[in-house]
């Protein structure tokens, strides 16, 4: 199950789709690029718009816990 992969730590360059809904919903994909230098429960998470190059990525700092609760309520899928 991805919730279980996600909290156990092993999730590491996998794809994402990811909706936000800060100003409608948006999708966004990205790359959980790994969890933070000790912060076990924060992962580093590169996002871009789905039509924009990844070259215009951006990084961001999530907690598991709130990826874990995005799977549950469907806004987050692994690839």
Not at 28 to 43: A, E, F, I, P, T
Request: hydrophobic share 40%; charged share 30%.
């Amino acid at each position: 199950m991805d919730v279980q992969e996600l909290l156990s730590g092993k999730v590491v360059d996998r794809l994402i789709c990811h909706y936000w809904y800060s100003a409608g919903p948006v999708l966004y994909s990205g790359r959980v690029k790994g969890l933070q230098k000790g912060m076990k429960d924060v992962y580093l998470v590169n996002y871009w718009l789905d039509d924009e190059d990844k070259s215009r990525r951006v990084d961001y700092d999530m907690s598991k816990y709130q990826l874990a609760c995005d799977i549950l309520f469907k806004d987050l899928t692994l690839l």
